[in-house]
């Protein structure tokens, strides 16, 4: 704690903020459901999310197949993650390294981190779940928008040689 003097404190942190992570899919079709989790990620973490989270609900969604867009963390492109991807025949969608993130997620994180931040939260808990009621709340026509939304995204890319886009 910082103080200016020994009566009013100005400032509080904790040592250790506690933290949390959030794993979610989505598609034209809908979302995946989201994982919460405490535990630092790691390609095993990863791939075991996938197994519980992505497989079921994308098998349902996708009775004809789906590949799946990922970014580059070493986590998503290890050799744990690339023999589980074979083992269980998730085709994965060839990106580039180094290149700018479009995939439509990163706006749904956005938007949940907007609406979680105009929230006056006072713990982790509370935290856990807004997000959840966030994720909840996306709307079909959210997640098509965003999807239909890849063609612009990657022409705007090109155009600007790869450098920053409306998205």
């Known amino acids: 704690m910082w103080t200016k003097d020994n009566e009013r404190h100005l400032y509080q942190r904790p040592k250790h903020s506690p933290k949390f992570h ?9 979302a995946m459901p989201l994982c919460v989790f405490d535990c630092n990620m790691t390609a ?9 989270f992505l497989l079921p609900t994308a098998h349902t969604l996708f009775e004809d197949g789906f590949v799946l867009q990922q970014d580059n963390d070493p986590k998503h492109t290890s050799r744990h993650a ?4 074979e083992e269980k ?3 994965v969608l060839q990106w580039p390294s180094y290149s700018p993130d479009l995939n439509p997620i990163e ?12 929230k006056n939260l006072s713990n982790i808990v509370e935290m856990k779940r807004e997000v959840v009621q966030f994720w909840d709340t996306l709307t079909h026509e959210t997640l098509t928008s965003l999807v ?5 995204r990657i022409s705007e890319c090109i155009a600007r040689h790869g450098g920053l886009t409306k998205y």
């Open 22 to 30: 959030v794993w979610g899919g989505v598609s034209s079709r809908g």
């Open 44 to 52: 095993e973490v990863y791939t075991d999310i996938l197994e519980g």
């Open 82 to 85: 690339k023999r589980w991807f």
């Open 89 to 91: 025949n998730v085709d």
């Open 107 to 118: 706006n749904i994180w956005a938007l949940m981190k907007d609406a979680v931040n105009q």
């Open 148 to 152: 239909e939304s890849m063609p612009n």
